[in-house]
């Protein structure tokens, strides 16, 4: 996959974002998409060789519809200005910890893992965690390979107040606030378009590798008992 490319093309989109127009273009946006599977069915390979639940997962099941659901959207433009695809048991389905990649221009490229909007049940299985033991989690986020990719740590939006059964003078107080547990590494558009389809390549499935432990530890937090 050549990311300039689909970066040339998306941006077209943005500026031009109504059927008529992307029917015009509907073979070129094929040949990217395609393109763009090739990539994820790669990734799926590797990273399926540490993590045995993605065995076997078709890739397109990974790669998410470019159609916007617009029946209750304030912006009514039919269609995402990025390509997107995320690994976890059932595709793009699935409900567990899972890795994400996005390829799209004006900083829409990036690499994130974790847990977006967590269950109830979810969300305070890593709580505990979070309160029990959290020095697990603290080890592999100092590790090189986080520490390359995702050295602010968590990423999201915050309660503005500690959930019910934390004290504000909490350790882990700002891990304990958080809605989510992501991590995300960003590629402005000037990187991605300096990266070569293999580097480009190369670069996210170390960001993805990268996000494993993190994923990990979350199974394991949701999982406990």
């Given at each position: 996959?050549?990311?300039?490319?689909?970066?040339?093309?998306?941006?077209?989109?943005?500026?031009?974002?109504?059927?008529?127009?992307?029917?015009?273009?509907?073979?070129?946006?094929?040949?990217?998409?395609?393109a763009f599977e090739a990539d994820v069915a790669y990734w799926l390979r590797e990273l399926a060789h540490d993590e045995p639940a993605l065995a076997g997962l078709d890739p397109k099941k990974c790669v998410?519809?470019?159609?916007?659901?617009?029946?209750?959207?304030?912006?009514?433009?039919?269609?995402?200005?990025?390509?997107?695809?995320?690994?976890?048991?059932?595709g793009k389905k699935g409900d567990t910890p899972g890795r994400y990649v996005q390829l799209g221009p004006n900083g829409q490229t990036l690499v994130a893992g974790g847990l977006y909007e967590p269950t109830?049940?979810?969300?305070?299985?890593?709580?505990?965690?979070?309160?029990?033991?959290?020095?697990?989690?603290?080890?592999?986020?100092?590790?090189?390979?986080?520490?390359?990719?995702?050295?602010?740590?968590?990423?999201?939006?915050?309660?503005?107040?500690?959930?019910?059964?934390?004290?504000?003078?909490?350790?882990?107080?700002?891990?304990?606030?958080?809605?989510?547990?992501?991590?995300?590494?960003?590629?402005?558009?000037?990187?991605?378009?300096?990266?070569?389809?293999?580097?480009?390549?190369?670069?996210?499935?170390?960001?993805?590798?990268?996000?494993?432990?993190?994923?990990?530890?979350?199974?394991?937090?949701?999982?406990?008992?």
């Amino acid at each position: 996959m050549n990311p300039a490319a689909h970066l040339d093309f998306l941006q077209n989109l943005a500026r031009h974002n109504e059927r008529d127009w992307f029917q015009a273009h509907k073979a070129t946006y094929d040949q990217l998409r395609t393109a763009f599977e090739a990539d994820v069915a790669y990734w799926l390979r590797e990273l399926a060789h540490d993590e045995p639940a993605l065995a076997g997962l078709d890739p397109k099941k990974c790669v998410f519809r470019i159609y916007r659901d617009v029946r209750f959207a304030k912006v009514k433009v039919p269609y995402k200005t990025h390509f997107s695809a995320y690994f976890a048991a059932g595709g793009k389905k699935g409900d567990t910890p899972g890795r994400y990649v996005q390829l799209g221009p004006n900083g829409q490229t990036l690499v994130a893992g974790g847990l977006y909007e967590p269950t109830k049940e979810q969300l305070a299985a890593v709580r505990q965690e979070l309160d029990y033991q959290a020095a697990d989690l603290h080890e592999l986020l100092a590790a090189p390979a986080a520490q390359q990719f995702f050295p602010q740590g968590m990423v999201g939006e915050q309660l503005k107040k500690m959930p019910p059964g934390y004290e504000a003078t909490h350790p882990e107080a700002a891990w304990l606030r958080h809605k989510n547990f992501l991590l995300s590494h960003e590629l402005p558009d000037v990187e991605v378009r300096r990266l070569g389809p293999e580097e480009y390549r190369a670069h996210v499935l170390a960001a993805l590798r990268a996000l494993g432990p993190f994923c990990e530890w979350l199974t394991a937090a949701t999982h406990a008992g």
